[in-house]
């Protein structure tokens, strides 16, 4: 009889036979396979949940209506290489991305209007739109390659624009938001004759340095309504950071005048937090010179030791020591992050006995749109290079600053 190798194969697994040494000395856990089911609506991000249920978003939207996240607008210029035909001199068109809180009713259709003061509209155009359902949102973003190359501009300075939410079958036609963006230009890096005019457009963001954001992420192996998506949420933050970096910042959190959250295997740290997402990027089509300094990226910073609470039957006893539990230790935290070997960053927060972030309200009376804190954020150092420390007080949030915010 001819044997099987893939039998054999499998008998070997199923004993162990081949498996290196090294791996016996820990128990051998299969990852889980995560399939999730289609969906066409993104769950809104949630900071707050109540323990373990299932969070509220009447926060978000209390009136149950279409409503910006402000903190997703992101407004840009996009620049073109000629301007109305002639390559001599490059201008530039708007483009915007922006996040929309359901509930969003079949037919609606979103748009955006740019106006230059002074001047009658510039331009319009339409969004990508889609029904959504209450608790979920949508987002999009439009414009830029999308605007017809002859309503390009060489215009800088203020840019208003309006995103608008109109609907046939209703008959309604509503202003979500209305902003104002400071657009500048910096030569290029051309240097070939006839390349004078050859400018690269760009909207200033200065305004975002001092402004952080704290929230919670549930388990995206269950679906936002299931309440063990909730039962051991991550604690996350999220800041700006002005130039080419590289992201790999480190975020330290002090508590009781002690760092929390190290813990080691072999004399190595283990579950080492990062800031290595960027959840958001402001930035120049061209390159300039210096390289990167018209660019403006928001962070978003994990930690894997540092839990709000832990509701699943899970040990918070590991084979490297305790996980830290906001639940476990009310009270103040501070924040601090290094990059490249200097102090950068340094925010301050509290929670309360049940492991949820203390309410500074300043997101809610400001509205901001989606379920996050926002926290002062102290700018050390010389990492962003020159920067308008004051641009927050008129500009944030593309001229709707933030009421009861003040930097220390």
Request: proline share 7%.
């Amino acid at each position: 009889m001819r044997s099987n190798p893939f039998l054999i194969a499998g008998i070997m697994m199923i004993f162990g036979v081949g498996v290196p040494a090294a791996a016996a000395q820990f128990p051998l856990k299969l990852p889980k396979i995560n399939v999730e089911k289609p969906k066409t609506e993104e769950p809104r991000s949630v900071v707050q949940p109540a323990g373990g249920s299932v969070p509220s978003t009447a926060t978000a939207n209390p009136n149950d209506r279409p409503s910006i996240a402000k903190d997703s607008v992101q407004a840009s210029a996009f620049t073109l290489s000629s301007y109305r035909k002639n390559n001599a001199i490059w201008s530039w068109v708007p483009k915007i991305e922006f996040t929309v809180n359901g509930p969003i009713a079949s037919g609606s259709q979103l748009s955006v209007e740019f106006s230059i003061p002074g001047a009658a509209p510039w331009v319009k155009f339409d969004c990508k739109t889609q029904p959504t359902g209450p608790g979920f949102s949508h987002k999009t973003e439009c414009g830029g390659r999308e605007v017809a190359e002859d309503k390009g501009s060489t215009h800088t300075g203020p840019v208003s624009f309006t995103i608008r939410m109109r609907n046939e079958l209703a008959g309604t036609d509503a202003t979500l938001f209305s902003g104002k963006m400071k657009v500048a230009k910096v030569r290029s890096n051309a240097t070939a004759p006839n390349t004078a005019n050859h400018f690269v457009y760009y909207v200033d963001h200065d305004w975002n340095l001092p402004i952080g954001y704290l929230f919670y992420e549930g388990d995206n192996q269950f679906d936002a309504d299931d309440p063990r998506r909730w039962a051991k949420p991550r604690f996350t933050v999220s800041f700006w950071m002005r130039g080419e970096t590289s992201g790999f910042a480190q975020p330290h959190l002090f508590f009781g005048g002690k760092e929390v959250g190290k813990l080691y295997y072999n004399g190595k740290e283990t579950g080492v937090p990062n800031c290595s997402v960027p959840e958001a990027r402001n930035a120049p089509t061209h390159i300039t010179s210096p390289e990167g300094q018209f660019i403006w990226t928001r962070w978003k910073c994990t930690f894997y030791n540092v839990i709000p609470w832990n509701k699943t039957r899970d040990s918070n006893e590991t084979m490297f020591g305790r996980l830290h539990l906001f639940s476990e230790n009310p009270g103040e935290y501070e924040l601090k992050v290094m990059h490249n070997g200097r102090l950068i960053r340094t925010l301050k927060f509290a929670v309360d006995r049940e492991g949820k972030l203390v309410d500074n309200g300043i997101a809610k009376e400001n509205k901001l749109g989606s379920d996050r804190l926002i926290v002062p954020v102290q700018v050390l150092g010389e990492q962003d290079g020159a920067w308008d420390r004051n641009a927050w007080k008129t500009d944030a949030f593309y001229g709707n600053p933030l009421t009861g915010f003040s930097i220390l």
